[in-house]
């Protein structure tokens, strides 16, 4: 199938939007994506991206020490020369047991982001995008008056006005 765009190369990125019940579908090439703004990225899978980002990491040594090693998780029982080894945990309560050496593999992972944000199309109209990141805005303030950061509440306040 070719780009629909440029008409020349093989479309390898193959958008389905729905809006308002009715199906549209775009076929692009890479090149043409990206003058888009559709952020291509290939897929790895999770062993690849894990097993990548321990090799560029410090040695188990320089990052756990000794001590922290034979952590295990209470759950599944998988320690964390296991995780090492193997790229793979055990269970979700892993997150919560190996947090401290996991945290710098999602930083890096997620560009600095560890928080999931979702995702919003480039082609999402501008009425759209306003309203969910008012959603989202309201939310953070929520969360600050909830920890009572009311210095931040306030910040969050003023800008939920600016984009009303």
């Known amino acids: 199938m070719q780009c629909q765009i440029c008409q020349k190369k093989e479309a390898t990125i193959h958008l389905t939007e729905i809006t308002d019940g009715v199906r549209s579908e775009m076929h692009l090439c ?3 994506a990206q003058e888009e703004g559709i952020a291509v990225k290939s897929q790895l899978s999770i062993n690849e991206l894990l097993t990548g980002l321990l090799a560029t990491q410090p040695s188990d040594d320089e990052l756990f020490g000794d001590s922290e090693h034979e952590l295990s998780c209470p759950h599944c029982s998988i320690t964390l020369t296991q995780f090492t080894k193997e790229a ?3 269970c979700p309560y892993d997150y919560e047991v190996f947090e401290k050496q996991l945290q710098p593999l999602i930083e890096k992972a997620h560009n600095s982001k560890t ?3 979702g995702k919003v ?3 999402t109209p501008k009425e759209t995008k306003k309203q969910i990141n008012l959603t989202a805005l309201r939310q953070q303030l929520d969360a600050a008056v909830q920890s009572e950061d009311y210095e931040l509440a306030a910040k969050l306040r003023d800008e939920i006005n600016q984009l009303k």
């Open 88 to 90: 793979v945990l055990g």
């Open 115 to 117: 928080v999931h944000r």
């Open 121 to 123: 199309p480039s082609k």
């Open 30 to 32: 890479e090149l043409c």
